[in-house]
């Protein structure tokens, strides 16, 4: 019988897998650099998340192997009388997993996690070649409601 999956917060220990597991596909390769040493930025990166009660990088495991990982940011917003949001993002799997509901099971558990933390909303963005993933997401219930615009600062 297969154990459950389970989720805890990500240590620094984890980063190589994370970082593996975030370069892992067509698009990650392009922005990701898995190699040894990991590059400093992300031991930086994780020490920031990390220092920052608003901030959870999250792993899902069975056993002793990271199955997936995602970021989740909870942000007070002076809009809806005050309310506070959480944000999931860098949500990936390991690829021998992929279609076998760990990603599902990451969501749902940010969903709770959201409950938990009093949000009354809970939102991610996707990029657009993603097809799948946005098919994935709209599956679990979320909507695309708003239009997102991004600017990348050199």
Not at 22 to 35: C, F, M, P, Q, S
Not at 42 to 71: C, F, H, R
Not at 137 to 154: D, I
Request: overall charge neutral.
């Amino acid at each position: 019988m297969e154990k459950e999956i389970q989720f805890r917060i990500a240590t620094e220990q984890d980063l190589d897998r994370i970082v593996e597991m975030l370069a892992d596909d067509e698009l990650g390769r392009k922005r990701e650099r898995y190699e040894q040493p990991l590059p400093e930025s992300y031991t930086k990166a994780y020490q920031a998340i990390t220092s920052d009660a608003n901030n959870e990088l999250v792993v899902a495991y069975q056993g002793n192997e990271i199955l997936g990982v995602q970021q989740i940011t909870f942000t007070p917003y002076i809009t809806h009388q005050g309310g506070w949001r959480a944000t999931i993002e860098g949500v990936r799997t390991t690829s021998s997993v992929r279609g076998k509901g760990v990603g599902t099971e990451l969501i749902k558990w940010a969903i709770q996690r959201a409950k938990e933390r009093g949000c009354h909303l809970i939102q991610l963005t996707t990029d657009k070649q993603r097809v799948d993933a946005l098919r994935f997401y709209e599956r679990l219930g979320f909507k695309s409601t708003h239009e997102g615009l991004k600017m990348k600062l050199e």
